[in-house]
């Protein structure tokens, strides 16, 4: 399940931010088409969150460290979308777009980089 999420996310993601660069690419500002984009992205990623915060805790058994960085890694996929939304909105320019794409990849690296510690540090 975990794998399937991470997947999800990785795919809703990169499509997000290929969209966005298409926005960019043809001169357009953010708009609020993008900002829901946003939104549902970043409930999405809440949802993985939480599967993942509910896995660390039912299937115990992984080194300290391995769960920080789990954790660490849930915090910046938590918060790169909103710090790309804050960027974004003062730049209402193409620029933004471009912003917002930034912000996509990024969750979808993070996303990624989540599910390979979580399925590599298995008890």
Do not use: D, K, N
């Not at 795919?11 to 984009?37: D, F, M, Y």
Request: overall charge positive; some cysteine.
């Amino acid at each position: 399940m975990i794998v399937g999420l991470t997947l999800v996310v990785l795919a809703l993601a990169l499509a997000w931010a290929l969209w966005c660069a298409v926005s960019a690419a043809l001169g357009q500002a953010p708009t609020v088409r993008h900002r829901l984009g946003l939104l549902v992205l970043e409930a999405v990623a809440l949802v993985q969150a939480l599967v993942l915060v509910v896995g660390l805790f039912v299937e115990p058994g992984r080194s300290a460290g391995a769960v920080v960085e789990i954790v660490g890694y849930l915090i910046a996929t938590l918060v790169a979308l909103p710090i790309g939304a804050a960027l974004a909105h003062g730049e209402r320019t193409r620029y933004g777009s471009i912003v917002l794409a930034v912000a996509g990849v990024t969750l979808a690296v993070l996303s990624l980089r989540t599910g390979q510690v979580w399925t590599v540090t298995r008890a």
